[in-house]
């Protein structure tokens, strides 16, 4: 059974701080996303990785896959009270059929 | 276009009853999903589809039925419902192959009692 881990479970920090989420897994994926999703609402995707090694940035977050394909990380420098919520990899396996697993799920709070 | 829309939004069942919840698209996209999401949990895949009238088990089958007669709809079918299927289900599409973005409808959330 393929499985990812994320860590930390929960996160709590000021406005001002950096953080970093980390996705890992024993199995190898073709490619990697991180989703962000608010209370009520669905997943949106923020990032997809697919080489490894890759380093992708979005304005304050950094997003980075491992060089054997098996982990990614997150990293939000300067947190803001906007960047709370359910945060979440998905991988696609290489099995070619699509199926997509997801991480047990970090939560963070950013407190003003 | 609308997305992906789910309805109901909130649904109570009693033990044993059985609901229908309703899954569409309008963006012509291929592949189909249904997850379930425990409270603070992350999602974990119940069905998919890859195109009308092809459909697959993801890691928790067990209780639920899919069919996919259209590209656009993907319902999925709770049989004699049980407390363990209390939930928040979300559907989500992407194009096909090589798509990697999953768009997610607003969820439906279940209780069983």
């Known amino acids: 059974t393929q499985l990812l881990e994320q860590s930390p479970q929960f996160l709590s920090i000021q406005e001002g701080e950096n953080l970093t989420v980390y996705c890992n897994s024993s199995?190898?994926?073709?490619?990697l996303q991180w989703y962000r999703q608010e209370p009520g609402e669905g997943p949106v995707l923020l990032v997809t990785?697919?080489?490894?090694?890759e380093v992708k940035k979005l304005k304050r977050l950094t997003f980075q896959f491992g060089d054997a394909r098996k982990d990614s990380s997150l990293h939000i420098t300067a947190a803001q009270p906007g960047d709370t919520g359910l945060y979440l990899c998905?991988?696609?396996?290489?099995?070619?059929?699509?199926?997509?697993?997801f991480g047990t799920g970090t939560r963070l709070k950013v407190l003003a | 276009n609308a997305g992906v829309t789910q309805t109901p939004k909130f649904r109570i069942l009693k033990i044993g009853q059985s609901m229908t919840l309703q899954c569409t698209q309008d963006?012509?996209?291929?592949?189909m999903y249904w997850y379930r999401q425990d409270p603070g949990m992350g999602l974990k895949l119940i069905y998919y589809?890859?195109?009308?009238?092809i459909t697959d088990k993801g890691e928790v089958p067990n209780g639920y039925n899919v069919s996919r007669s259209t590209t656009e709809d993907f319902p999925l079918r709770l049989e004699l419902a049980a407390p363990s299927q209390t939930s928040v289900y979300f559907c989500?599409?992407?194009w096909g192959a090589g798509a990697y973005e999953q768009y997610f409808g607003p969820g439906t959330r279940l209780t069983v009692t």
């Open positions: 990785v697919v080489t490894g090694g």
């Open positions: 589809s890859v195109g009308a009238g």
């Open positions: 963006m012509n996209h291929n592949y």
């Open positions: 989500a599409s992407i």
């Open positions: 199995s190898v994926f073709s490619s």
């Open positions: 998905a991988a696609c396996t290489t099995s070619g059929t699509y199926k997509y697993i």
